[in-house]
């Protein structure tokens, strides 16, 4: 996904599912994101859809996760510009209205459970089904037993 925003090409984290455990996260390093496991050190990459992007910004925003690497941690600007880069590739009208609505929320700086509650409904509009953390939960152990 291309934005105008500069995004970083170091993975940024958005929390682990036990303490000392593998974190999960996403980077972007060219024109799409990536979604990340790292474990003991090594990072899995792989290709990341709107609703797997979607999932890891509600997580962050509702604290579901323990946290990560706070040197890595993602913040405010690197959701919004996420946020920003899927409007633009928003499968319908409807899903691109309800994610400018979580990016006002982010970008104003509204509670974490009002931006969550956005990125859900946009989540919906997209077809999403499983709940957010359960789909992130099962992607990392995919790709835990795939290395």
Do not use: C, K
Not at 28 to 46: D, K, S
Not at 70 to 79: Q, R, S, V, W
Not at 86 to 100: V, Y
């Amino acid at each position: 996904m291309e934005g105008a925003a500069a995004q970083p090409e170091t993975p940024r984290s958005i929390g682990r599912f036990e303490p000392n455990g593998a974190w999960i996260g996403f980077d972007h390093p060219g024109a799409t994101y990536r979604f990340i496991v790292v474990h003991g050190g090594q990072t899995i990459a792989a290709s990341a859809d709107a609703d797997l992007l979607i999932a890891l910004a509600i997580a962050h925003y509702t604290e579901a996760l323990g946290g990560g690497p706070p040197d890595l941690e993602a913040t405010p600007a690197d959701l919004s510009a996420l946020v920003r880069d899927l409007i633009q590739e928003a499968s319908s009208p409807g899903q691109r209205a309800l994610l400018a609505e979580a990016l006002d929320a982010i970008d104003d700086g509204l509670a974490g459970d009002a931006v969550a509650s956005r990125l859900a409904a946009a989540r919906i509009a997209g077809n999403a089904q499983a709940d957010p953390v359960e789909l992130l939960l099962a992607r990392a152990e995919e790709l835990l037993r795939g290395r």
